[in-house]
């Protein structure tokens, strides 16, 4: 039966024959006989016997390193960061922000416009015709959120309200040297507000504020917020 077959290997023998089944040529041994990798099924007629040992060669992989500037999280880190994130868009939404998300490439014209282009990835395709003139880049990824958001308001102009009160939680990506407390991929968690015209100054204080209460129910130390004259 199925359960005196899985009794009757250990974990590691197990996932050695699951990959040794995988495989789309081969021979599997089972019981002294060998038997035609001819599918992905394994014919359980008979029981492996208890303490029968498996002799099945798996080669050996490659380490892989991480790549400095570009953090993956464990299920557990994950977890939290998703906590996180949740805590800090529903505080956005009881001010009254509305959530927007914006295409991961800009135009490099549009993501230059400031003269900013020490820090944008291009894309490029890996095998490029190479009888065809070389021209600057087309696009590139964003390196923040404002850039995207200012180009998102003028293109949408006539189909949203202002004051717009928005936000955006999306990967922002920058080619710069990593650091401690820097990285060339992350998660910006962004708010504006945006008048068409002068807006009142009562919305400085709606976001100062806003960030006090965010912060002050995030997994961090307290923090203090200062606010310039300008």
């Known amino acids: 039966s199925v359960a005196q077959f899985l009794t009757a290997v250990n974990s590691n023998e197990l996932l050695a024959l699951i990959y040794a089944m995988g495989k789309r040529s081969g021979r599997c041994r089972q019981q002294g006989r060998t038997v035609p990798r ?11 016997p208890a303490r029968t040992p498996l002799h099945i ?5 490659s380490k892989f390193a991480p790549i400095s500037g570009f953090p993956e999280w464990l299920p557990e880190q994950r977890l939290l960061e998703q906590q996180c994130m949740d805590t800090i868009r529903r505080q956005y939404e009881l001010y009254g922000f509305a959530n927007i998300e914006t295409r991961s490439v800009e135009p490099t014209q549009v993501l230059s416009g400031n003269g900013d282009d020490k820090e944008i990835y291009v894309l490029a395709r890996l095998h490029e015709d190479p009888n065809a003139p070389k021209a600057p880049p087309e696009f590139g990824l ?12 003028q293109q949408f102009k006539g189909q949203l309200s202002f004051p717009f009160k928005r936000y955006q939680m999306q990967k922002v990506w920058r080619g710069e040297r ?17 008048g068409d015209g002068a807006l ?8 100062v504020r806003l960030m006090a209460v965010v912060t002050s129910q995030l997994p961090i130390p307290p923090i203090t917020l200062r606010v310039n004259k300008r």
């Open 142 to 153: 964003r390196f923040d959120l404002t850039v995207p958001t200012a180009r998102y308001v």
């Open 57 to 61: 060669s798996i080669p050996t992989m």
């Open 178 to 194: 990593p650091q401690e407390g820097r990285y060339r991929e992350f998660t910006q968690c962004d708010i504006d507000v945006i």
């Open 38 to 48: 001819r599918s992905n099924k394994l014919h359980l007629g008979h029981a492996v």
């Open 200 to 207: 009142p100054s009562f919305y400085d204080a709606e976001v």
